[in-house]
């Protein structure tokens, strides 16, 4: 029998995620708020014949089209269901399609948070080491889950169409199919310390030496770390967000929990180096938005910063340490393979998930939607 779905209310949403290990940051009631161009809205599984219990959330994001009373639904990183069900496509999804087409939507993406493949740091290092491997997928994986591939299957066989990547080698326009993480769960923070490469380590004892301080900030540190972000941006040649964005996402989500977010930031001879955010999720903790400035690298600001965050991220329980997005290729002529070595010489392993997947209600809007973003 198909599950229910419905509205649930903001206290029913976040029970759920808090009776979970975790979640992700973009499928809790205050990330809707961190979006004011969506419409957001929080949508529950209903299962009748367990009494009715609610057994899966999600939040659904809703952007109209100009001038049309349809939109589009997006579950960034979502929803949490139980993605390994054999009637997945059937009892899961198809009565959330029914449900938001019902509500207007001319289309449906969402982002399983569902893991396919890990490589380790060991994998990963000797891959960007082989002339023969050009991107991850070329190299043996450490580990591939026969469950998430048969999913995918599952998801192609009701309808469903993986979107292609946008972006630069692997960034999509989306969120990241692949990371970078660090598995904190049963491990010490000398087991974390070990884990950290050679030039790792050296950059910390370094910053150490140098006197970087690294403390954690608040909202009144936020025009500080975003002239670093702007700064950065400028640097290395991407669109930034506006400072009114970080304090939402500030207000937001430190509202819904004092941990959910983070800032923190690298201070040496009285200047500020680097700032950065992180965000948690029940044990799962985010390396969300860095910034740095040009001047003074030599002193390691940003290895300081991140080892600080790690510890900190351990203090607070966390099972895993999330670096976010990676490049997927492995080539030296790309200039993001350095943030993927930087990323995996903290003992973090290369993750790829499912990736985005859409389904178009009307075809006809989804058809126009892609081309409006192609040629955006």
């Not at 209310?9 to 979006?35: C, D, I, N, Y």
């Not at 970078?180 to 490469?197: K, T």
């Not at 669109?239 to 941990?259: G, K, S």
């Amino acid at each position: 029998m198909p599950l229910r779905v419905q509205t649930i209310t903001r206290a029913e949403h976040l029970a759920f995620v808090a009776a979970r290990p975790s979640a992700s940051h973009m499928q809790v009631p205050s990330w809707g708020e961190v979006k004011p161009d969506w419409r957001a809205e929080s949508l529950g599984w209903f299962d009748e014949e367990q009494g009715g219990r609610l057994v899966g959330a999600g939040l659904v994001l809703q952007r109209p089209l100009p001038k049309l009373k349809r939109y589009l639904a997006y579950l960034p990183e979502g929803p949490l269901i139980d993605w390994y069900a054999p009637d997945l496509a059937e009892r899961w999804l198809a009565p959330m399609l029914a449900y938001l087409k019902g509500r207007g939507a001319f289309s449906v993406k969402m982002g399983p948070p569902v893991v396919v493949r890990r490589w380790s740091a060991e994998a990963v290092k000797a891959a960007i080491a082989d002339p023969a491997a050009r991107r991850l997928r070329d190299a043996e994986p450490t580990s591939c889950d026969q469950r998430a591939l048969d999913i995918a299957e599952a998801l192609r066989g009701a309808g469903w169409r993986q979107a292609e990547p946008g972006g630069e080698e692997g960034f999509a326009a989306g969120q990241p199919r692949y990371v970078c993480q660090v598995p904190f769960a049963g491990r010490s923070l000398g087991d974390l310390q070990r884990g950290l490469n050679q030039q790792w380590r050296r950059n910390i004892k370094k910053a150490d030496k140098a006197g970087v301080k690294v403390v954690r900030g608040g909202p009144e540190d936020l025009p500080v770390f975003y002239d670093l972000y702007a700064e950065t941006a400028e640097r290395d040649r991407f669109i930034p967000r506006p400072l009114p964005y970080f304090q939402r996402m500030w207000a937001a989500l430190t509202a819904e929990h004092p941990d959910r977010m983070r800032l923190y930031l690298a201070h040496h001879d009285g200047e500020t180096l680097a700032a950065a955010t992180m965000l948690m999720v029940g044990t799962h903790v985010w390396y969300s938005y860095g910034a740095s400035t040009s001047r003074r690298r030599e002193v390691q600001p940003n290895n300081a910063m991140q080892w600080r965050m790690m510890t900190d991220a351990h203090a607070l329980g966390a099972a895993v340490y999330d670096f976010r997005g990676i490049t997927d290729t492995l080539e030296e002529s790309n200039h993001l393979l350095g943030l993927l070595r930087f990323k995996v010489g903290a003992g973090g392993e290369a993750v790829e998930y499912l990736g985005e997947w859409d389904f178009p209600l009307n075809r006809l809007l989804h058809k126009a939607l892609d081309l409006y973003m192609a040629r955006r």
